[in-house]
């Protein structure tokens, strides 16, 4: 199956987890619990997902499990559990209201989120901060763990349960596990100022999950980088290899409700509601914004930009009114009450030198509004001015759009965004720069409704076609075909039942053939080719297998002259340098066919010189094979970006040479075509086998697994991830199974 092949239906139920509900629960003054709805981009994502999705798959099972903003006895918890399906689902975990608070505004908002939207100077890293945000992972892995049930898919959100992933993994292995983040995940250069050991459990947190988004493709680098630097973690096209399970990190920009918003703004209340502000207003053009109080929305800045504006081009005195709607937030954090003050202050500032006794410029409103009411001031603004400092998407950009149905209206959105990487029709700003924002609003106050209108299309065509539905289900397919592809590629631990029927195959046998790679296989990787001799018990091991009726095999990439050396006094065939060079048991060397040689004196100055730009690394000089080493660079992150310029490099500049160019373990091999270990392991079973034993660690070995018959026990050594059949943990493991195997 390929990766656009649409995967499976979900196999059981769809469990999402966040920290807080769909709905928060408060309580009336005679202590009766009230359930109040709560709005914001999950939520509206995941409703529209549901409500589109009931009628296709009636089946399908939702739970949403979280936090529901209040500690409930047992019977009220209960009882709301009952009636979760009246409500998308929201199952309310039991955790302790002490320590959710703690957790939110401590770790979760006093850390992470400054320094995931670039604010390190407002982030505070306290030990028991840190304590609590583990033991509430803790918390919400337990209560998920009476939950959830085989086959269940969960799908964990956002900077709060970062670790909730890795913890539910290690008690549900097999469990099929999928994050997402709908913040920024800064560069390394911000994420490495958390203390290492943080860093690390943070990003082996995440790791639990098999399949980790992101919103866009600049987050998920930052995230894999990040993994690379901090935990080692190589990978490939987003595909990381965790312990030999291949987990995947991709793009999801989030969508939104495109249809909720354009029915509603054409429907009677919100076309009334509009009318109503609109004469409120005095007719007067609008600028409209709305945020939840938060330093990352750029609201100052914003507001500067306007006051710009207003200095800049003083004929629009009179003429514009600013609808600056901001909903009220973390009241508790001192950060955010300092700019509370500092933002009732500006707008009184901006008011009184601007306004005039019939005009105030900024209608400020410290308050949510109703959702018709939110849709009528998108439909009401001339303008939508927008300007956070980061983002992880900005839904209300979207949401802007969506509002519009006549296509008219101009967007002013920050370039810190993620949005803007959609949205590249609207006029982008860089909030930093009070002149580019008060440019924008006169730019935007200006614009015909000609160009307004193509602009707005089609942006309007990108948000409704990559609507909120379709981020669901695109997460979840990627999902799916994630677990599958693990599926296809997991292998079995060669030990008790299935080493005992191997065995019997083995004994049963009258002709066996033993076909063994040598490093990491035989022996542990070691840092320089010289240092990795055969010890006296793998040499006994080898000449005790080779009998009459078992033929041994070392099939290695090695020079023929060091397994010559290593090998003198063991009866056993060698193959060297991947098939170029063979060894018989009496010790003759020969070649199955003649190589050209001659393409190593025009490589060889270019490999050697990236030995002599990435410190540490070394070229190593075969018959029919260079191969530059990059195991023992010091610098490890440059020695990969070097490898990847040389591989390309050396592809380009073989193009008219029978040559190939393999990545192995921390090392590229350059060497004759049609020269490799598959081709050199089937020419080793001239002796008719009836028992095909083949063991090796790396990508060279995989040719080897997929060239033999279908009857051949296949042994991945050190991964579980592999063409092969079996797998072992290392060497150890391999030379005891072996040991089984002598006469
Ligand atoms: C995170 C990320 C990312 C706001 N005020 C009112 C109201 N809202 C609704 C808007 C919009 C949502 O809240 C805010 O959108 P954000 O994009 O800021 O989303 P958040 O959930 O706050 O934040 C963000 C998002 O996750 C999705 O991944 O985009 O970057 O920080 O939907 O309409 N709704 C109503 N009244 C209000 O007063 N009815």
Redesign the pocket.
């Known amino acids: 199956m390929t990766d656009s092949t649409p995967p499976g239906p979900p196999r059981g139920r769809l469990l999402v987890v966040s920290n807080r509900l769909p709905f928060s629960v408060q309580r009336s003054p005679s202590g009766e619990v009230e359930l109040v709805p709560s ?4 939520v ?2 995941l409703v529209g997902y549901l409500e589109s999705r009931k009628a296709e798959q009636p089946e399908l099972e939702f739970i949403w499990a979280g936090w529901a903003g209040a500690e409930l006895s047992a019977e009220e918890t209960e009882s709301l559990r009952k009636t979760a399906v009246e409500r998308q689902g929201g199952y309310p975990l039991r955790l302790a209201g002490a320590d959710m608070d703690s957790f939110y505004h401590g770790f979760c908002n006093g850390t992470l989120w400054p320094l995931f939207h670039y604010f390190p100077s407002y982030a505070s890293y306290q030990e028991e901060e840190w304590e609590t945000y583990r033991r509430v992972n803790q918390q919400f892995c337990d209560e998920l763990l009476e939950l959830a049930r085989p086959g269940d898919e969960i799908w964990v959100h ?1 900077y709060q349960l970062l670790l909730l992933p890795a913890l539910l993994r290690q008690r549900l292995p097999e469990a099929s596990i999928g994050f997402f983040l ?2 920024p995940f800064p560069s390394f250069e911000v994420f490495r100022q958390l203390p290492t050991k943080w860093r690390r459990e943070l990003l082996e947190g995440v790791l639990g999950a098999d399949l980790m988004g992101f ?1 866009t493709h600049d987050y998920s680098q930052h995230f894999l980088h990040s993994v690379f630097r901090t935990l080692g973690y190589e990978h490939y096209l987003g595909r990381i290899n965790v312990d030999g399970v291949v987990k995947a990190v991709e793009t999801f920009p ?1 969508g ?1 409700d495109f249809e909720r918003f354009w029915r509603a703004s054409s429907s009677q209340e919100v076309v009334d509601v509009r009318a109503r502000m609109a004469s409120g207003l005095g007719g007067r053009r609008v600028i409209f914004s ?3 109080l938060d330093y990352s929305k750029g609201i100052l800045h914003r507001l500067r930009g306007f006051e710009a504006f207003l200095s800049s081009f003083p004929e629009y005195a009179g003429q514009v009114t600013f609808v600056l ?1 901001v ?1 009220p937030s973390r009241e508790e954090v001192s950060a955010y009450q300092r700019m509370k003050q500092e933002l009732d202050e500006l707008v009184g500032q901006i008011n009184g030198r601007y306004g005039s006794v019939d005009w105030v410029p900024i209608v400020y409103q410290y ?5 018709q ?2 849709v009528a001031l998108y439909g009401l603004a001339d303008v939508a001015l927008i300007t956070p400092l980061r ?6 950009a979207k ?1 802007y759009i969506a509002s519009k149905p006549e296509g008219d209206g101009v967007l002013i959105l920050s370039d810190m ?3 803007a990487r959609e949205l590249g029709e609207a006029l982008q700003i860089n909030p930093n720069h009070t002149r580019e924002i008060a440019e924008a609003i006169q730019q935007a106050l200006t614009m015909p409704a000609s160009e307004q209108l193509p602009r707005m299309r089609a942006m309007q065509g990108r948000v409704r076609s990559y609507d909120a539905t379709r981020w669901v289900d695109t997460f979840l397919a990627a999902l799916r075909r994630t677990k599958e592809r693990q599926g296809r590629l997991a292998t079995l631990h060669l030990g008790g039942k299935p080493l005992a029927e191997v065995l019997e195959r083995h004994h049963r046998a009258a002709q066996r053939t033993l076909l063994l790679d040598y490093d990491g296989t035989l022996v542990p990787l070691a840092g320089t080719p010289g240092e990795a001799v055969p010890d006296a018990e793998l040499l006994a091991l080898l000449k005790g297998l080779q009998t009459p009726s078992q033929k041994v095999v070392v099939i290695s990439g090695r020079d023929h002259r060091s397994l010559g050396d290593w090998f003198r006094d063991v009866p056993i065939r060698l193959v060297a340098e991947h098939g170029a060079w063979q060894r018989d048991e009496h010790g003759e060397w020969s070649m199955p066919k003649p190589l050209p040689d001659h393409w190593k004196k025009q490589l060889g100055p270019l490999l050697q010189s990236y030995v002599e730009r990435v410190p540490g690394s070394s070229l190593e000089e075969k018959d029919y094979a260079l191969v530059w080493h990059y195991r023992l660079a010091i610098d490890q992150e440059l020695a990969l970006e070097r490898a990847k310029e040389l591989t390309d490099d050396v592809v380009s500049y073989t193009a008219n040479l029978d040559v190939q160019v393999l990545e192995g373990k921390k090392a590229i091999e350059v060497r004759n075509s049609g020269v490799n270990k598959g081709v050199a392991g089937n020419a080793s079973l001239a002796n008719n086998p009836d028992f095909v034993f083949a063991a090796g660690d790396d990508a060279t070995d995989e040719d080897l697994f997929r060239a033999l018959p279908r009857e051949a026990v296949t042994v991945c050594v050190g991964g579980s991830h592999s063409y092969a059949t079996y797998r072992l943990s290392g060497h150890r493991e391999l030379r005891a199974v072996l040991r089984c195997m002598l006469p």
Do not use: Q
């Not at 709005?39 to 999950?42: C, H, K, P, V, W």
């Not at 983002?391 to 209300?396: A, I, Q």
């Open positions: 709005s914001g981009g999950l509206s994502a956002d709908h913040i919103h989030i939104i709305v945020d939840r709607l909903v308050r949510s509004v109703p959702f009411e939110l983002d992880g998407m900005n839904l209300v949401e965004a993620g949005a």
